[in-house]
């Protein structure tokens, strides 16, 4: 190829200009290919800190949902648990209350009940989600209830609060739902509710024989603990209300956020497609002009 010195400097701002559209071309191509601007966040410029930051906050808002729906599942289980104790107390009531209205009590017969009622309670009080134990605050690994006679005493005539059957601890359960909330919704075995019941039970389950003073208290204890009983539904109810809600918050700020990212990195394909076209005729030109302008020489324009 024979090259002018005075049509050097020409040739070469072609050949760039062409060497350009075909980059842009490629890098057309490649987002008519992938439905995204680039490929990696170096194609993004400017734009791509706050691609991040979008992408970290997805992943945030998944955390949070994660652990709502978590926790929501304990909760469940929870309430089912101390919707059982109402439905036992209510039982457990209605045969005091027979025993006390009857003057000839078989005793035997409503100590055993007591018994079966203390064993379903703590049954129900040592619930589980997983191989995590409910109502025993922090120590998820073991069980919070027991009432063998070597750890929960029997109790006697008057009574006093007793928790002795415990084996948790204090804390309550809780989930961090957003950066600035964390839900409380844990309950433990040692709630005054709870405790009121299995005094109840213990009361008449280690009886030797069944006074009215005892039958009194029991029924009494047990009047109390199924109004605590509600409260502690309540408690759940609303806590699993509070943590629905933040989860709610955190899908729908999710969406808004990947809605949000996917408008800076996505593309028009069907606008791409039509611009490639017009890129490939400019190029197919360009190349035709610089095979026009490199092929010129003074023997050819004299012919």
């Known amino acids: ?81 101390v919707n059982s ?31 079966d009622a203390q064993n379903q309670m703590a049954a129900l009080l040592n619930s589980k989600y997983g191989a995590q134990y409910l109502f025993g605050g922090a120590r998820t690994d073991t069980a919070p209830v027991d009432v063998s006679s070597a750890t929960y005493p029997a109790a006697t005539t008057p009574s006093s609060a007793d928790t002795s059957y415990y084996r948790g601890d204090d804390e309550r359960a809780s989930a961090r739902v957003s950066d600035t909330q964390t839900v409380t919704y844990g309950v433990t075995a040692d709630d005054p509710a709870f405790e009121q019941a299995m005094r109840a039970m213990n009361l008449i389950a280690n009886a030797s024989s069944l006074s009215s003073d005892t039958l009194e208290e029991a029924l009494d204890l047990v009047t109390s603990a199924t109004d605590a ?46 611009a490639l076209s017009t890129y490939q005729a400019q190029l197919t030109a360009s190349y035709s002009a610089i095979a026009t302008v490199q092929s010129l020489n003074l023997a050819s324009y004299l012919r």
């Open 1 to 81: 190829m024979t090259m002018r010195v005075a049509t050097f400097a020409a040739s070469q701002q072609m050949i760039a200009a062409a060497l350009k559209g075909q980059a842009t071309m490629t890098t057309m191509q490649m987002q008519e290919a992938s439905g995204v601007v680039s490929t990696d966040f170096g194609g993004y410029g400017s734009g791509a800190k706050q691609i991040v930051n979008l992408q970290v906050s997805v992943a945030r808002a998944q955390t949070y949902i994660d652990t709502a729906t978590q926790a929501g599942s304990k909760i469940e289980v929870m309430y089912a648990s």
């Open 85 to 115: 104790i109402a439905d036992l107390l209510s039982s457990f009531r209605s045969t005091l209350t027979a025993a006390s209205n009857t003057a000839s009590t078989d005793s035997s017969s409503v100590i055993q009940s007591a018994q």
């Open 229 to 274: 009983i509600g409260i502690v539904q309540s408690r759940i109810s609303n806590s699993a209300a509070s943590i629905e809600r933040a989860s709610t918050v955190q899908s729908d700020y999710q969406a808004f956020a990947q809605s949000l990212a996917t408008d800076l990195t996505s593309v028009d394909v069907a606008a791409v497609t039509a």
